[in-house]
């Protein structure tokens, strides 16, 4: 449980600028109803330039 809270917690950290300007993060959510149930996906990211970090969780 500690890992998952770390991990948005070292997001926001480097979104916030604490060595430079602040680099706003991403984020998106999506909820799928089929025949077969309901299934949920989140995902954050940042994106620097060339370089882009993203994290997702599906359920």
Not at 27 to 53: E, F, K, N, Y
Request: overall charge positive; hydrophobic content about 45%.
């Amino acid at each position: 449980m500690l890992r998952i809270a770390l991990i948005p917690t070292l997001l926001a950290l480097a979104a916030c600028g604490v060595d430079g300007e602040p680099v706003r993060p991403t984020g998106a959510a999506q909820v799928t109803i089929s025949s077969g149930g309901v299934s949920a996906a989140t995902r954050v990211g940042l994106r620097q330039g060339p370089v882009s970090l993203s994290l997702g969780l599906g359920l």
